[in-house]
Antibody, heavy 121, light 111 residues
């Protein structure tokens, strides 16, 4: 059974850092596309970052709003996806979801339950 | 970036009656492979999103056949033939033809 479990969210001051984790089971993160989305409180969905499979050279796409501040990565030995969040701003406050699969072009997708990041002083 | 515009943003529905959501993109979603990468997601209250439909009209596994996607180019529609109580939530269209991936604002379906 495929499962994605996010962790690492919490309260952080503006300018601070966090690392989000997405532990996968039932498949290997290196073998598929992995994506982070976010949803600010009461708002819609926003794509954040995608990392391609090893077979596709691990290409990364980032949203312009997070480029240079957030970094997506994975640890194949731990079968875990990460999102390093630096220079956090109030507008980064959101529930962050990880998802597997090329969901934008029709591959089977799975989503985690989300982890809340709150940026506030 | 491709701008996705949904309407209406709020959709009061009656159980057993049909419902329809429109999604328009600022440019064609036809990719160079000939496919049109328009997806529909459902987010029930308190839950993670779930994709219902990919490539305009392909229902995901387990999605009831009362959900139908249609459209082409820049103009798309999600129809629910007979609304059930479990359909309450927010529906988003999302384009996958160009980076960055972009979503519509969401349509809140409520009884």
């Amino acid at each position: 059974e495929v499962q994605l479990v996010e962790s690492g969210g919490g309260l952080v001051q503006p300018g601070g850092s966090l690392r989000l984790s997405c532990a996968a089971s039932g498949f290997t993160v290196r073998s598929t596309y992995m994506t982070w989305f976010r949803q600010a409180p009461g708002k819609g969905l926003e794509w954040v970052s995608t990392i391609y499979s090893d077979r596709d050279d691990g290409t990364i796409h980032d949203a312009e709003s997070v480029r240079g501040r957030f970094t997506i990565s994975r640890d194949n030995s731990k079968n875990t996806l990460y999102l390093q969040l630096n220079s956090l701003r109030a507008e980064d406050t959101a529930v962050y979801y990880c998802a597997s699969g090329g969901l934008w072009f029709g591959e089977e997708d799975f989503w985690g339950q989300g982890t809340l990041v709150t940026v506030s002083s | 970036d491709v701008v996705m515009t949904q309407s209406p943003l709020s959709l009061p529905v009656t159980l057993g009656q049909p419902a329809s959501i429109s999604c328009r993109s600022s440019q064609s979603l036809v990719y160079r492979d000939g496919n049109t990468y328009l997806n529909w997601f459902q987010q029930r209250p308190g839950q993670s999103p779930r994709r219902l439909i990919s490539k305009v009209s392909t229902r995901d596994s387990g999605v009831p056949d009362r959900f139908t996607g249609s459209g082409s180019g820049t103009d798309f529609t999600l129809k629910i033939s007979r609304v059930e109580a479990e359909d309450v939530g927010v529906y988003y269209c999302m384009q996958g033809a160009n980076w960055p991936l972009t979503f519509g604002q969401g349509t809140k379906v409520e009884i």
